[in-house]
């Protein structure tokens, strides 16, 4: 009779003990976690003149003393860098930054003498400055800090009074528009990230690869150029093709949108852009700004959620609207799918989270993604409200949370 009760106890005591053990742990665990993420969050530095501070994100800094950042004084400011991107924060003077980072966030401090900061590009602000060129075009491998230097010329030329228009033609990394397109807007103030600069006008592709788009990528350049009449100056951000057929298609380019100025930046061949009528500068790239693969993915889908943001299910019949692809076929709704020049090229069901622009002629007015497609109906998923005739397809499709990009062989 006592053996069961004995036991019973024997159990309950290491109960109690497993459980008070499992709770210091877990104490322990929580003061440890705590006791890092203050030290990642709450990193405080005082530094010197002529240090920089290169901050990559996410991450916020509390700036207090003479601190810039691209031409901008952050004194006073919280900044915000975003995933993936990485900021200079250049100190002038005796400075105290207060940092808050979050779980992919890291920053290095360097001396005026590194191939960091703004001071790698002073002979281009120089040569603005003295020529006041009209078109600017920036050409450059991935990771050689063009969208960088566009915001640091264009905070530049704020400050200098200077009515600055802005170009984003990169369709796989842009800033301005969604992936697959391009856009173009007039900076009426100084910014950190192109990111926080909102279009103005946007030029459909409908692919996130120039190759095969050039002449496309041309046209809709000169287009977005042309509609930023009172600029004083037009920035033209490209995209990192710069192989061979790269360069001769950003000659091309040059060519054809009357750059006066092209910043050839980093170690590509750019002798190509030598034989042009426009003058041509060679800087160095900034170091440590690489990008990898995952957050150049988390950056596209940053932005396909950014203009998707706070849609709502819009149906409407297949033939009320006019349906086409980027380099301007019609398509034909049929009873096995969409068809061009008379050939099925996909099944209703391959549309489904399909990336889309909404346009009024030849205007892109909106993006949405196609929810499902019928031989006599659409719905999508979108924030714009305005009226459009015109549904330009892509050959992006995406899962219905936004959460993953696939590509189609449509154009």
């Not at 099925?344 to 889309?356: E, H, P, Q, T």
Request: proline share 2%; with cysteine.
């Amino acid at each position: 009779m006592l053996f069961y009760p004995i036991k019973f106890a024997t159990n309950y005591s290491t109960t109690i003990i497993f459980l008070f053990n499992s709770f210091v742990h877990t104490i322990y665990r929580s003061v440890f976690n705590y006791i890092a993420l203050m030290d990642r969050s709450g990193t405080v530095l005082s530094l010197g003149a002529g240090s920089v501070l290169l901050l990559k994100g996410r991450a916020t800094a509390r700036c207090d003393g003479r601190v810039s950042v691209l031409g901008m004084d952050v004194d006073g400011r919280d900044i915000c860098v975003r995933r993936g991107k990485t900021l200079p924060l250049e100190v002038h003077g005796p400075a105290t930054i207060s940092l808050r980072m979050e779980e992919d966030g890291w920053y290095t401090i360097a001396d005026e003498q590194s191939r960091v900061g703004t001071g790698i590009w002073k002979g281009v602000i120089d040569t603005i400055r003295d020529s006041r060129p009209k078109r600017v075009m920036l050409v450059g491998a991935t990771d050689t800090g063009k969208s960088t230097l566009a915001t640091y010329i264009s905070n530049v030329a704020v400050a200098d009074g200077l009515g600055v228009g802005m170009v984003d033609s990169d369709i796989g990394q842009g800033d301005i528009a969604p992936p697959a397109c391009i856009g173009s807007c007039m900076v009426r103030e100084q910014v950190l990230d192109l990111r926080d600069l909102e279009a103005d006008e946007y030029y459909f592709i409908g692919r996130l690869t120039p190759v095969g788009a050039e002449d496309h990528l041309i046209v809709g350049v000169t287009y977005l150029i042309n509609n930023l009449k009172s600029a004083d100056m037009v920035i033209v951000n490209t995209d990192g093709y710069v192989g061979e057929p790269g360069l001769r298609y950003k000659a091309r380019m040059a060519e054809y949108i009357g750059a006066d100025l092209v910043v050839v930046l980093g170690e590509s061949d750019g002798s190509m852009m030598d034989a042009l009528r426009a003058r041509v500068v060679h800087v160095d790239a900034p170091s440590n700004i690489q990008k990898r693969r995952d957050e150049r993915v988390a950056r596209r889908i940053e932005q396909y959620r950014r203009f998707l943001a706070g849609g709502r299910k819009v149906r409407f019949r297949a033939g009320s609207r006019e349906f086409v692809l980027a380099c301007g076929k019609r398509v034909r709704f049929t009873r096995n799918g969409i068809m061009v020049d008379d050939g099925v090229i996909m099944s209703y069901g391959m549309l489904a989270g399909m990336f889309v622009a909404l346009a009024v002629g030849d205007r892109v007015m909106g993006f949405a993604m196609l929810d499902e497609v019928e031989g006599s109906g659409v719905t999508m998923v979108t924030n714009y409200e305005g009226e459009f005739d015109r549904v330009i397809l892509s050959s992006i499709r995406l899962a219905r949370d936004v959460s993953v990009e696939h590509r189609l062989d449509l154009i």
